[in-house]
Nanobody, 126 residues
Framework: QVQLVESGGGLVQAGGSLRLSCAAS????????MGWFRQAPGKEREFVAA????????FYSVSVKDRFTISRDNAKNTGDLQMNSLKPEDTAVYYC???????????????????WGQGTQVTVSS
């Protein structure tokens, strides 16, 4: 099993920045992909970004591309999501998740991921 703990959420004004972190523990050697998702009240969970753990290849949703940057530190077993130029519509609970069995599902599907963190609230005021 893999345990994930997010941190770094908070309240920020539009145009500001936040950096989210996800600390992984347990069977981290089995991680293939780390993804970030978000869920706003009354909406479905939405893909934000993903990174392949070994290669570092990154993938972004259209809504955050060029504003958000996903990264990972294999040695520390952490993943980060740097969020710049934040907008009120970015307000949501943000979750990190990992795929540990190299699922064939596409990266943006929540069902690809086996373990999830508890989430951290990001609120962007206008």
């Amino acid at each position: 099993q893999v345990q994930l703990v997010e941190s770094g959420g908070g309240l920020v004004q539009a145009g500001g920045s936040l950096r989210l972190s996800c600390a992984a523990s347990g069977r981290t050697s089995s991680v293939y992909v780390m993804g970030w998702f978000r869920q706003a009240p009354g909406k479905e969970r939405e893909f934000v970004a993903a990174i392949r753990w070994s290669s570092g290849n990154t993938f972004y949703s259209v809504s955050v591309k060029d504003r958000f940057t996903i990264s990972r530190d294999n040695a520390k077993n952490t993943g980060d999501l740097q969020m710049n130029s934040l907008k009120p519509e970015d307000t949501a609970v943000y979750y990190c998740a990992v795929d540990t069995d190299s699922s064939p599902s596409i990266l943006s599907l929540p069902q690809r991921y086996d373990y999830w963190g508890q989430g951290t609230q990001v609120t962007v005021s206008s």
